[in-house]
């Protein structure tokens, strides 16, 4: 009769186990499951905010391309290349310093531009035979 007693002491109490380890994994899931929420939540706002900067970047980067175009309008021996277009290989932590180079660039252009045009001016003066501008 003990090892009844036993035995069925035992049983309850693997029972009791079974029940406290059942409420102990439906709780981690819960939690894991408000974790993973959360994370989704994190990543979806990550993924708009990504979108929205890129939106920003190829409105600025096409802004600076037809200005760089006007400039060049009057260049008729100059062949502009293809409108730009995201690059795959480009670091996204490194966008603001992509765009800042742009800025200098087309400055150059527009310094190179005025440059030629200064000379065109001097040499057409010249075949007129007027006193070219200084």
Same mark, same amino acid.
Do not use: C, D, F
């Given at each position: 009769m003990t090892d009844d007693a036993t035995a069925a002491m035992r049983y309850k109490e693997i029972i009791a186990l079974s029940r406290g =380890?059942?409420?102990? @994994?439906? /709780?981690?899931? +819960?939690?894991?499951?408000?974790? @993973? %929420? %959360?994370?989704?939540?994190? /990543?979806?706002?990550?993924?708009? !905010? !990504? %979108?929205?900067?890129?939106t920003r970047a190829a409105e600025r980067a096409?802004?600076?391309?037809?200005?760089? +175009?006007?400039?060049?309008?009057?260049l008729t021996w100059l062949t502009p290349g293809d409108d730009p277009r995201p690059v795959p290989t480009a670091r996204a932590a490194y966008l603001e310093r992509?765009?800042?180079? &742009?800025?200098? =660039?087309?400055?150059? @252009? &527009?310094? !190179? &531009? @005025? /440059? +030629?045009?200064?000379?065109?001016k001097r040499a057409a003066a010249k075949q007129r035979g007027e006193q070219p501008p200084v």
């Open positions: =380890s059942a409420e102990n @994994l439906r /709780a981690w899931e +819960l939690a894991r499951a408000e974790a @993973l %929420t %959360t994370e989704i939540e994190e /990543a979806e706002a990550a993924i708009e !905010a !990504a %979108t929205e900067r890129e096409t802004r600076w391309w037809k200005m760089a +175009l006007h400039n060049i309008q009057g992509y765009l800042e180079e &742009v800025k200098p =660039s087309y400055q150059e @252009l &527009v310094q !190179a &531009v @005025l /440059a +030629l045009g200064w000379r065109a």
